[in-house]
């Protein structure tokens, strides 16, 4: 057992990462208070993947590629970056717009579906938009798993990686989408969601020039 207690240090590095706030944070917030706590838990789905994606990616060594080919690296930040903007755009866009009303109809059963949907997609596209987080893991890797890994080690790692992303930001989405946070939100929607748009846009900025 003790050959896998390696994991135990891969873990706490990438709790204290999850906390960290950044975008994936002003995602889940965005989505857990403008539209429902369902919305914020399954776009927490999307980013616990995007960092369990990475986890794979990191044990196969494709991450290194990032590091080792600046083209590739160059067009991952781009993208990325564009993305996030996008993103930012989004946001930005609905600042204005009410708090969405509930309503106990098909209509808005099919649309809320398709929403949760989007929801999910989002959260897995901004975990995985930066390639700086594909370094960290890379460098996780690299710091803790023995050169001659144990059986599992990387089906281990994501699902760690998976299990602790996926637990705070649920945490996040259940703590920030009770009836009491959604009323001062619903009061200061504008000035919030113009927030989070103007941080998105900052990072993705950050990430196309830097």
């Not at 794979?56 to 990325?80: D, Q």
């Not at 809320?112 to 929801?119: H, P």
């Not at 975990?127 to 599992?152: D, E, M, R, W, Y």
């Amino acid at each position: 057992m003790n050959e896998y207690s390696f994991l135990l240090a891969i873990a706490g590095v990438l709790f204290i990462g999850a906390m960290s706030p950044g975008p994936s944070f002003f995602v889940v917030a965005q989505n857990s208070l403008s539209k429902s706590r369902a919305h914020g838990v399954v776009t927490a789905l999307g980013t616990g993947l995007g960092v369990s994606i990475f986890a794979v990616l990191a044990s196969f060594g494709v991450t290194v590629l990032l590091k080792n080919v600046p083209s590739a690296y160059l067009a991952f930040k781009l993208l990325g970056g564009a993305y996030l903007l996008y993103l930012a755009y989004k946001v930005w866009c609905g600042a204005s717009q009410p708090l969405e009303i509930a309503q106990d109809n098909d209509e808005q059963s099919n649309r809320q579906n398709s929403s949760l949907t989007r929801a999910f997609f989002t959260g897995l596209a901004v975990q995985t938009s930066n390639p700086k987080t594909a370094l960290v893991i890379a460098g996780i890797f690299a710091a803790f798993v023995p050169a001659q890994p144990p059986t599992n080690t990387t089906l281990l790692v994501a699902l760690i990686a998976f299990v602790i992303d996926f637990s705070w930001y649920a945490l996040v989405a259940i703590t920030l989408s009770t009836r009491a946070t959604r009323n001062v939100y619903g009061r200061a929607k504008s000035g919030f969601d113009r927030t989070a748009s103007v941080f998105l846009g900052a990072v993705g900025i950050k990430l196309m020039i830097l």
